[in-house]
């Protein structure tokens, strides 16, 4: 059963700008751990790229606050959601800290498309009450 819906589309621009004026640590605030890896290595091989990456990811994290109907508010926070991808390089969510517990105690499972186009990021995130389409949630398993 579904029970929420969101998302979110940015115009890169505006991340990009908000990133080179807090000189970086935007993407230091709102990635994951994992992420953070994966937005370094994109960034060392491509610029454009990179940004690209943290932009969807920020999509996403918006995208799926709306979903849950908590917006950025515990135990909803920038680095407890991570988009990673599987081999196949699907996105999938991974979360952590007190957001784990409440995704676990509900039951839910979010389904998260990211996309860029031009200069803009989009995700779309549905959260659904029961079994999985993706079972495994460890990070180890997914690539940049």
């Known amino acids: 059963m579904i029970v929420g819906i969101g998302t ?5 621009e505006r991340l990009i700008a908000a990133y ?3 000189q970086g640590r935007l993407a230091e605030r709102i990635l994951g751990k994992e992420e953070l890896v994966v937005f370094h290595q994109r960034l ?9 990456y943290l932009a969807t990811r920020f999509a996403a994290k918006e995208a799926f606050s709306k979903a849950i109907g908590l917006g950025m ?20 969510t991974h ?12 039951d839910w499972h979010a ?16 959260v659904s009450h029961g079994t999985p389409i993706v079972t495994t949630h460890d990070p180890s398993n997914y690539i940049g």
């Not at 060392?44 to 690209?52: D, L, S, T």
């Not at 389904?111 to 549905?126: G, H, K, P, R, W």
């Open 8 to 12: 979110d589309i940015l115009q890169m």
């Open 20 to 22: 080179e004026r807090t």
């Open 44 to 52: 060392a091989r491509n610029q454009k790229r990179g940004m690209a």
């Open 73 to 92: 508010r515990m135990p909803m926070t920038w680095r407890s959601l991570q988009t990673l991808n599987e081999p196949s390089g699907k996105p999938v």
């Open 95 to 106: 979360y952590s800290g007190p957001l784990a517990l409440f995704m676990e105690e509900r």
């Open 111 to 126: 389904e998260v498309t990211v996309s860029d186009e031009q200069d803009m990021a989009i995700a779309f995130v549905v």
